[in-house]
Nanobody
Framework: QVLLVESGGGLVQAGGSLTLSCAVS????????MGWYRQAPGKERELVAG???????NYGDSVKGRFTISRDNAKNTLYLQMNSLKPEDTAVYYC????????WGQGTQVTVSS
């Protein structure tokens, strides 16, 4: 069973930065394409950044140039560096595979104040 544990969220002012982490267990992490998703109140969950097993990265238009996704296969950990945060980035952030989703973790709340 795959277990996903997100951490690193918090309250930050607009323009600030946060780094999220996702610890993954129960899967062969290094072979999985992974992504960071977010869900704002009243909205559907959306994929904001993805990284393949070969470290090819893709970003949603709303975060391109501000967020950086990375992975440490030795630590089975996924990261999301978020800079120049905006109030519209406020959401619960989740990690999961790209496709073939595992059970969702609890997520980590990111709140950006204006």
């Amino acid at each position: 069973q795959v277990l996903l544990v997100e951490s690193g969220g918090g309250l930050v002012q607009a323009g600030g930065s946060l780094t999220l982490s996702c610890a993954v267990s129960g899967s062969i992490f290094r072979f999985d394409a992974m992504g960071w998703y977010r869900q704002a109140p009243g909205k559907e969950r959306e994929l904001v950044a993805g990284i393949t097993s070969g470290a090819i990265r893709n970003y949603g238009d709303s975060v391109k140039g501000r967020f950086t996704i990375s992975r440490d296969n030795a630590k089975n950990t996924l990261y999301l560096q978020m800079n120049s945060l905006k109030p519209e980035d406020t959401a619960v952030y989740y990690c999961n595979r790209i496709g073939n989703w595992a059970s969702w973790g609890q997520g980590t709340q990111v709140t950006v104040s204006s």
